[in-house]
């Protein structure tokens, strides 16, 4: 870890400004101050403290544009959008540890003729299956319409870390790939385990008026959830 790693580091280290960073991160649009405070329950100017503490680290920066849907006459409020740092820190969250799993349960059990990348596909939908069938006999939701199936699948995709938004109430994009670098460079195979992991989840939660389907977009995950 390099010194601008551990300087990073620090500064998320304050909740607030962590939860500030991480909303902002999420918004996909520039973000007021006051928005900002109001998302972590602080102070305008308290926020404007961490606020620059951010910017001053390069993870965010700041300019003077409208947010979207705000038209006001005069000076333009300060707004945050994402830094361009390089963090070579777990921001966004990346989840190796999870694919090298699914890589090792794939050469535990891979069957005469099958090829490795079908041995790691089949595993990752298994392991999403699983996943879905656990949450269907926790929560026992019954008959899952496809936002409500999607609200389900929220929850987990931010706990996998792909931090999902919605673009439609039936509509899911993942912003991060928590197999990224790997994933640019393989990407049928680790694309194929995330569409597989996605698919299965679905299956074993038993939404079925969703799918998983795949439609690569620069700097997200390659799979979006979908009523077809």
């Known amino acids: 870890m390099t010194t601008n790693d551990v300087a990073i580091v620090s ?4 909740e607030s400004r962590r939860e500030m960073f991480d909303y902002i991160r999420r918004a996909g649009r520039p ?5 900002a405070a109001a998302s972590v329950g602080i102070s305008r100017k308290l926020a404007a403290f961490h606020l620059d503490k951010l910017v001053a680290a390069g993870l965010l920066r700041a300019d003077y544009a409208a947010p979207e849907g705000v ?45 490795g990348n079908e041995a790691a596909i089949r595993i990752a939908r298994q392991r999403g299956r699983g996943l879905g069938s656990a949450e269907r006999d926790r929560s026992r939701p019954g008959r899952l ?7 389900f699948c929220q929850r987990m995709l931010e706990q996998h870390g792909f931090e999902p938004y919605r673009i439609s109430p039936t509509d899911i994009r993942l912003r991060n790939c928590p197999f990224h670098p790997l994933a640019a460079k393989a990407p049928d195979l680790v694309c194929g385990m995330n569409h597989g992991f996605l698919s299965g989840y679905l299956e074993g939660l038993k939404a079925t008026g969703v799918e998983a389907v795949l439609d690569p977009q620069p700097g997200e995950c390659c799979v979006r959830l979908t009523a077809p």
Request: proline residues 5%; charged residues 35%.
């Open 71 to 115: 038209r006001k006459v005069g000076r333009r409020p300060k707004v945050y959008l994402p830094g361009d740092a390089e963090i070579r820190v777990t921001i966004p969250e990346r989840r190796h540890a999870l694919l090298a799993d699914l890589f090792l349960d794939a050469i535990l059990t891979q069957r005469d003729g099958e090829a």
């Open 11 to 14: 500064v998320l280290g304050e």
């Open 145 to 151: 319409g496809a936002e409500r199936a999607l609200t």
């Open 31 to 35: 973000v007021t101050r006051d928005e």
